[in-house]
Nanobody, 127 residues
Framework: QSQLVDSGGGLVQPGGSLRLSCAASSGFTLDGYAVGWFRQAPGKEREGVSWINSSGRDTHYADSVRGRFTISRDFDKGTAYLQMNNLKPEDTGTYYC???????????????????WGQGTQVTVSS
């Protein structure tokens, strides 16, 4: 059972927008931890897309999405978001939210180790 619940994916035309959401399952929390988004395209390895630190003051983006994607978090709702604008066909893939956690099999990305995952939400950019 996934510790995080990610949602918001769908089919969108090039140039369109989607907002992905990430919430913690019962008994789990995002509070106090960095939250990241990863994606995996068919036939490719999973790659880091963005993270936001525990305070929400610092963010990081992959070069391929910088200027188009915005990561944020709502502390009242205990939720993190990835706003994706000007989507391109190469953005197609399964997107996973992740929480900072050091366990066996964790993934390191740009300064943080992510070890708790959502089930993934499919994003397809196609005309």
């Amino acid at each position: 059972q996934s510790q995080l619940v990610d949602s918001g994916g769908g089919l969108v035309q090039p140039g369109g927008s989607l907002r992905l959401s990430c919430a913690a399952s019962s008994g789990f929390t995002l509070d106090g931890y960095a939250v990241g988004w990863f994606r995996q395209a068919p036939g490719k390895e999973r790659e880091g897309v963005s993270w936001i630190n525990s305070s929400g003051r610092d963010t990081h983006y992959a070069d391929s999405v910088r200027g188009r994607f915005t990561i944020s978090r709502d502390f009242d709702k205990g939720t993190a978001y990835l706003q994706m604008n000007n989507l391109k066909p190469e953005d197609t893939g399964t997107y996973y939210c992740a929480r900072e956690r050091v366990v066996r099999g964790s993934s390191y990305y740009a300064g943080f180790t992510f070890g708790a995952w959502g089930q993934g939400t499919q994003v397809t950019v196609s005309s």
